[in-house]
């Protein structure tokens, strides 16, 4: 696991240097290996499909615009993600939110960390993480699913890596408390 | 793999303008630029203003006056740096550590100050004239922090800042705690009314004026983006 993920990360950033020398080739490598993990990420701040491709094309134009600011060979990672993040945010802060969470009222998308699926049935577990705060979706998010460490989840949010941990454990800890209360009511 | 395929007005627009570029310096490295400016542009304030030590600088206790130079320059470099890590996603500086410069650069500011203040009474304040002495040190200051200022602002901006206003409050810090560092050898004033008012006021305006820019530039980016 810890070699295929230096493996991952190492190819990112041959991608990130071949693009930056202006390798179309390496963009389209970058793109074909980020676009899911993206995608899954800009779910938990929108909560809608089609809004997250829009979001994923202007993260695109954004990291395009902002290549010479990646130094090679730092890990990509928490630099695409905590863009990714600011376009999610910027939207956030726009009018256009409101319009799309009206027009739009699917089922939110939170993923489960793989250690919480044997706690209770996928249903159940979508529904309390998706109750979550924000900042704790997204620290279990970038960790739990997205494999960041927390020293990269902290560099992605602005955070010290131990507020990232804290934040981590007290949502799986909320979760596992209502699901023993389920339990006990049950 | 169909999956992942380029849409393609994204192509378009990435083929549009696909230049090899050079990667950002690093942050250290942009800091020591940072910090080669902050030299120069004390040298040159001091140079214009014929700024000299104050006349009891010898009755100060070595730790207190170049002593405490040294520390604030330290400071002062070290805010700069993490101005410049800020700018770049993804080495945003967490908030614990933003929360702490900066109090240690106000603080050790009114510190610096207080201690000054008990081993010399320095130049007396003559009444009357506390104003105008006042706005010939604020203004040394701010010209010793301007070329700070404005190349790490510079350096900010034009890469990519996350929190704009939070990587110009660090630079405005850093380039007033560098220019404070020789301030204090060099005012002749010790009163406490002339150090806190235009001194430390200095300094928080400094800081102010680099948050106004991170937030006046965040501006710009959000209508032109």
């Known amino acids: 696991m810890g070699v295929d993920r230096k493996a991952e990360e190492e190819r990112l950033i041959a991608f990130m240097i071949g693009y930056q020398k202006g390798k ?55 630099w695409i993600y905590a863009i990714t993040r600011h376009v999610a945010l910027m939207h956030l802060r726009s009018g256009r939110r409101r319009k799309e969470m009206l027009a739009n009222d699917q089922l939110p998308e939170v993923p489960v960390p793989p250690e919480m699926e044997k706690l209770a049935d996928r249903a159940t577990l979508h529904k309390m993480l998706s109750e979550l705060p924000q900042p704790a979706q997204e620290v279990l998010m970038l960790h739990h699913l997205l494999g960041l460490s927390f020293l990269e989840v902290g560099q992605v949010l602005g955070i010290a890596a131990g507020t990232a941990k804290v934040r981590a454990h007290r949502a799986l800890k909320t979760v596992r408390a209502q699901l023993e209360e389920q339990g006990g009511e049950a | 793999m169909s999956m992942n395929l380029l849409p393609k007005s994204l192509r378009r627009s990435i083929l549009a303008d696909l230049e090899p570029v050079r990667p950002l310096p690093p942050a250290w490295m942009r800091t020591l630029q940072a910090a080669a400016v902050a030299a120069a542009g004390l040298a040159l304030a001091i140079f214009i203003f014929k700024l000299s030590p104050r006349a009891d ?49 106000v603080l050790m500011q009114i510190l610096v100050g207080i201690a000054t203040w008990m081993h010399s009474p320095g130049m007396p304040l003559v009444s009357g004239h506390g104003m105008s002495a006042g706005i010939t040190c604020t203004t040394h200051d701010a010209a010793m922090a301007l070329p700070a200022l404005v190349v790490t602002l510079w350096l900010v901006f034009r890469a990519l800042p996350l929190r704009p206003s939070i990587a110009g409050l660090l630079g405005g810090a850093g380039a007033a705690v560098t220019a404070d560092a020789l301030t204090h050898v060099l005012c002749p004033m010790s009163d406490l009314r002339h150090v806190l008012v ?7 305006g400094l800081m102010l004026i680099g948050w106004l820019a991170g937030k006046l530039w965040e501006r710009k980016q959000y209508e032109n983006g």
């Open chain 1, 24 to 78: 179309m080739d390496d963009f389209e490598g970058l793109y074909a290996a980020l676009k899911q993990p993206l995608l899954r990420y800009l779910w938990t701040f929108v909560r809608n499909a089609t809004v997250a491709e829009d979001l994923l094309q202007e993260t695109f134009l954004q990291i395009h615009r902002a290549r010479q600011t990646y130094t090679p060979p730092r890990p990509v990672r928490p």
């Open chain 2, 57 to 105: 600088l010898e009755q100060l206790p070595m730790w207190l006056s170049w002593g405490c130079t040294a520390l604030q320059l330290g400071v002062g470099v070290l805010l700069l740096g993490m101005a410049l890590r800020e700018a770049v996603p993804g080495q945003g500086v967490p908030l614990g550590a933003v929360v702490l410069g900066l109090g240690t650069a």
């Open chain 2, 198 to 204: 235009w001194h430390t006021g200095a300094l928080i």
